[in-house]
């Protein structure tokens, strides 16, 4: 593993030699199964990051906003409830929505580490660098990973909240993200505080829209997954040969992103020993974000070693944050 150190700011990259192995196999399965896929952690190099912050700015994408006013108006209460003084966000991104959070903590003289722990290793040393200078005195020590894979990663420390927002546990269908949360639940120590932000059941027009934008930066965001594939495993393939789709799957409560085919086409990873000939309307399958209800959400909790502390939601009903304790 290797450790990058600067001053009050620690950055651990546990890629280990095995890493790209494990990413072709999951590739190669992905895209020799039916239907076809890709893992979505492609989309994050620096430039899907950016097109990501770009898509939480995004009118029709009321997921952001909402949860970070949710933050706003609970973050205090959670704070006090958690009496944490160390925060470890996973899949933290930006660290937007943190803030709020970290601020609630620095007003009680509770704040003393955070541990942004997120794919990208330019974002992880980039929000590490703004919050040193946000927050004097704050010690950070970042994890840039896979948190499917690397939570053992997670450096020892004391009394913790950990936080999933974004509706991040969305991407994982329901038994991956059960396992995932007890992996979570493992990792954390007796009495520590765990909040968990999930993206709620609506009007299937109101989610298709927010996967959909009028400035098509949700498509250049999927399509950039093809871009990662070219620079990472060598793939020969033209992104301009494919459509964005997203659409509502009912039965699953889950948005699916894909990527459709616009012609006959083929997609060659020699590296792999793949020569795909994609017929047109042809789709592989990039996303998943599931939706749940509070029942669903609760029932994940529990069955992942969490007891239900506070449930927030706002009036429309659109967003939930689920503070939970490891008993």
């Not at 952001?64 to 205090?76: I, P, S």
């Not at 639940?185 to 927010?210: H, K």
């Amino acid at each position: 593993m290797e450790s990058k150190t600067e001053a009050s700011i620690t950055i651990d990259v546990p890629i280990t030699q095995e890493d790209p192995d494990t990413l072709r196999k999951i590739v190669k399965a992905g895209l020799l199964a039916n239907p076809r896929t890709l893992p979505s952690k492609l989309f994050y190099d620096e430039r899907g990051s950016t097109l990501f912050e770009q898509i939480c700015e995004l009118p029709e994408y009321y997921q952001t906003r909402t949860e970070h006013q949710l933050l706003v108006t609970w973050a205090d209460e959670i704070v006090a409830l958690s009496a944490a003084e160390e925060l470890v966000e996973l899949g933290s991104g930006a660290a937007t929505k943190t803030r709020v959070l970290l601020d609630a903590m620095e007003r009680t003289g509770q704040l003393r580490y955070f541990v942004p722990f997120d794919v990208d290793e330019s974002i992880v040393r980039r929000v590490s660098e703004e919050l040193v200078q946000e927050y004097p005195g704050l010690q950070i020590h970042g994890v840039a990973g896979d948190f499917l894979v690397h939570l053992e990663h997670i450096p020892e420390g004391g009394k913790r909240l950990v936080v999933i927002l974004g509706g991040t546990i969305g991407n994982l269908p329901p038994s991956a993200a059960e396992n995932f949360l007890t992996d979570v639940n493992t990792e954390m120590a007796s009495g520590d505080f765990f909040l968990l932000g999930v993206q709620l059941i609506t009007d299937p027009r109101r989610l298709e829209a927010a996967y959909n934008d009028q400035k098509g930066i949700t498509a250049k965001f999927n399509k950039n997954i093809l871009h990662v594939l070219r620079s990472q495993l060598g793939a020969r393939c033209d992104p301009d040969h494919f459509d964005h789709v997203a659409r509502y799957n009912p039965d699953a409560h889950r948005i699916e992103m894909w990527l459709r085919s616009c012609q006959d086409q083929t997609l060659d990873i020699p590296d792999l020993d793949i020569f795909l000939s994609l017929k047109k309307d042809e789709e592989i399958r990039t996303e998943l974000s599931t939706k749940y209800d509070r029942p669903l959400a609760v029932d994940l909790l529990m069955s992942s070693g969490f007891e239900l502390v506070k449930w927030y939601t706002d009036p429309e009903q659109l967003i939930a944050l689920a503070l939970a304790r490891k008993p």
